[in-house]
């Protein structure tokens, strides 16, 4: 009885997390961020499918996904890294370097071929048993190679996490309230047990134990995601990004640092309004924060809370604030020139992306605009 409704909840829970990620599908306005984080929790949801699969001992039914854990194991780190780059930026786009995050991914899928030929016990034989690369058997060679190096890959994305993170569960801080409730929430329920989940597959795949040792421990584990995904479902409800309040407290926290390096912020400020104001920087649809820091002379960080304790926005909406001022003007001067045209001309790269700005800021949309100020 406790066996099958275990085997319920990983099955609800890789429903769940489907659900999640359709639900960042059909949102209105759909930003990278979106589609990013509803890949995050497709892999997910995947996941603890396959593990469903495992522990109810339907694998054989399938022989086709018995190694599709792989795949997914490899590209997760990366969606999930990527989605907190996105979270604070509504113009974030996907450059060239960013795809060879995939690239691991695509390639292990690929690598996976051969093994495809094998028969279904063949297998089940290989998930049970630890990497040899002393075997004689090119196709185990082959699947222990895989099976480490999407370890390592993995390791290597969470080990990011946690240095980004892990000032976040200093003793000091929490007591004197520096963090977000909701944040310490989510660290210290959630992010373990999305490690532990996906490190379990790994290692359990690793290690010598007996059939029913290795089904229990991941049977335990699985069941355990689904309090990760219940947590980002009423997360989603209640309109808390985990990402975003991940971003406002780690630069709250760099900030504190910045002040202690006695950083120039009147000096700051004058830069950032001569390349706002004179220079016009914001037309460039690819301008990023790195990207104004850069010309500042300053961190990221230092610039994202700059802008936010001077300004009270993030800087998302601070460069957009500029691009719709400058929008206004080019349209009331020039009104024979399309609106999409001026979206792009002010640094926009999405004209859905320009009419939700100018709406959300002037109330009016941009033909609307134009009509009432003729």
């Known amino acids: 009885m406790l066996n099958d409704f275990s085997i319920f909840i990983i099955f609800f829970a890789g429903f769940m997390s489907w659900t999640i990620a359709l639900g960042q599908i059909l949102e209105d306005n759909k930003l990278i961020y979106n589609y990013l984080f509803a890949a995050v929790m497709f892999c997910l949801g995947s ?217 120039d912020v009147a000096h700051a400020l004058s830069k950032l309004q001569s390349l706002m104001e004179d220079k016009k920087i914001f037309f460039n649809e690819d301008l990023s924060v790195n990207d104004l820091a850069r010309e500042i002379a300053i961190e990221p960080y230092q610039l994202s809370r700059i802008i936010n304790e001077h300004f009270n926005k993030n800087f998302n909406c601070f460069v957009n604030e500029y691009r719709i001022e400058e929008a206004k003007k080019i349209l009331l001067a020039d009104t024979d020139r399309t609106i999409t045209s001026v979206a792009y001309a002010v640094g926009f790269n999405s004209t859905t992306v320009f009419y939700d700005w100018f709406t959300r800021l002037t109330g009016l949309s941009p033909k609307k605009f134009r009509a009432n100020n003729k």
């Open 47 to 263: 996941l603890q499918l396959l593990d469903g699969l495992l522990v109810a001992g339907k694998f054989t039914d399938y022989p086709l996904l018995i190694f599709a854990y792989l795949p997914f194991l490899a590209i997760i780190g990366p969606l999930f890294f990527l989605t907190f780059k996105s979270a604070n930026n509504d113009s974030f786009r996907l450059r060239k370097i960013d795809y060879f995050h995939f690239a691991f991914g695509l390639i292990t899928l690929l690598l996976l071929a051969p093994l495809m030929k094998l028969d279904t016990a063949t297998r089940m034989s290989y998930i049970m048993l630890i990497p040899n690369f002393t075997s004689e058997d090119p196709l185990f060679l082959l699947y222990s190679g895989i099976l480490t190096a999407v370890m390592l890959n993995l390791v290597g994305y969470e080990i990011y996490f946690v240095r980004e993170c892990r000032f976040m569960l200093d003793i000091r801080l929490i007591k004197e309230k520096k963090v977000s409730p909701y944040l310490i929430t989510v660290i210290l329920v959630s992010f373990p047990l999305q490690i532990v989940m996906i490190g379990s597959m790994v290692v359990m795949g690793m290690m010598e134990h007996p059939r029913t040792l290795l089904f229990g421990v991941t049977h335990v584990l699985t069941a355990l995601s689904f309090v990760l995904t219940l947590v980002i479902f009423i997360m989603e409800k209640k309109n808390i990004n985990f990402f975003k309040l991940l971003h406002e407290e780690i630069e709250n926290r760099r900030y504190e640092i910045s002040k202690i390096k006695n950083l």
